[in-house]
C-alpha cells in the first residue's frame, strides 16, 4: 500500500479542458515532487516542492502549473495539453529534499484527445 | 554527466535467483535506490542501501554495493512470478538535492 495518494487514477482530458490533479501525503514529509513518466521509461522530474515553496522547475511547459497549498498536498494544474502530454504523472514525497529516500504514488495515467 | 545504466532485460524460471546490476557516475551519492514497478501501477521502494555499506539484506532481497566500481546490484532469491515487474535503480546525482537520476529500468520477466 502507498503512503501517497493520487487521485484520479485515470484522466481523459480534450485539448481545451482545464484540470487537476491532486496529491496527499500523511508521512509529514516537507519535500512533494511530481515526475512524468511515458510507456517503457524511467521517470522525469517535473517540479520539486520544499517546505511548500516551489525549488526546482525542469524547464516545464506553462500549460503545467503547480501548487502546494499546504506540507500534506500538492496540485497539478493542467490547461491546454497536447497529445504527446499523455503519460503517467507520479506524485514522491520525501522528508525533506535533501538525499532522503522518496515515496511514489500510484500515479494518474492521463490522456489527452 | 550524471548517469545511471542497467541492462534492459532478465528473463529466469521460479525458484531460481534474479540478479539486476546497475552503475552509476555520481561518488557523492549517498544512498542508492532500487524501485519497483508493476504493470499500471507507481514506483514501489523496494529497498536503499547508504553508500557506507556494502551489503543488506532484506528477505529474499540481496542489495550489493561496490563503491570503487560504482556497481549496485540486486539479488532475489526464489524468484516468483510476482516479481515480474521493472526494477529501476536509483541515485541522487550532484548537488544537494532531492532529484532521482533513474536507469533506464530492467524488465524481470519469470517463467513458471
Known amino acids: 500500500d502507498t503512503e501517497v495518494t493520487q487521485t484520479p487514477k485515470h484522466l481523459v482530458m480534450g485539448m481545451t479542458n482545464k484540470k487537476s490533479l491532486k496529491c496527499e501525503q500523511h508521512?509529514?514529509?516537507?519535500?512533494m515532487y511530481w515526475y512524468k513518466q511515458k510507456a517503457k521509461k524511467p521517470p522525469e522530474l517535473m517540479f520539486v516542492?520544499?517546505?511548500?515553496?516551489?525549488?526546482i522547475n525542469e524547464s516545464v511547459p506553462s500549460r503545467f502549473s503547480p501548487e502546494c497549498p499546504n506540507s500534506s498536498l500538492l496540485n497539478l494544474h493542467l490547461h491546454a495539453l497536447q497529445p504527446e502530454d499523455s503519460a503517467l504523472y507520479l506524485c514522491?514525497?520525501?522528508?525533506?529534499?535533501?538525499?532522503?529516500?522518496?515515496?511514489f504514488g500510484n500515479g494518474t495515467r492521463l490522456t489527452v484527445t | 554527466g550524471e548517469d545511471v545504466e542497467q541492462s534492459l532485460f532478465l528473463s529466469v524460471r521460479e525458484g531460481d535467483s534474479s540478479v539486476i546490476n546497475c552503475t552509476y557516475t555520481?561518488?557523492?551519492?549517498?544512498?542508492l535506490y532500487w524501485y519497483k514497478q508493476e504493470p499500471g501501477a507507481g514506483l514501489q521502494l523496494l529497498t536503499y542501501i547508504f553508500s557506507n555499506m556494502d551489503m543488506k539484506q532484506d528477505q529474499r532481497l540481496t542489495v550489493l554495493l561496490n563503491k570503487k566500481d560504482k556497481h549496485l546490484s540486486l539479488r532475489i532469491a526464489d524468484t516468483q512470478t510476482g516479481d515480474s515487474a521493472i526494477y529501476f535503480c536509483?541515485?541522487?546525482?550532484?548537488?544537494?538535492?532531492?532529484?532521482?537520476?533513474f536507469g533506464q529500468g530492467t524488465t524481470l520477466q519469470v517463467k513458471p
Open positions: 508521512m509529514g514529509h516537507r519535500a
Open positions: 514522491a514525497s520525501s522528508q525533506d529534499d535533501r538525499r532522503s529516500p522518496l515515496h
Open positions: 536509483a541515485e541522487h546525482g550532484s548537488g544537494n538535492t532531492g532529484k532521482l537520476i
Open positions: 516542492y520544499s517546505y511548500e515553496k516551489l525549488s
Open positions: 555520481d561518488s557523492s551519492s549517498t544512498y
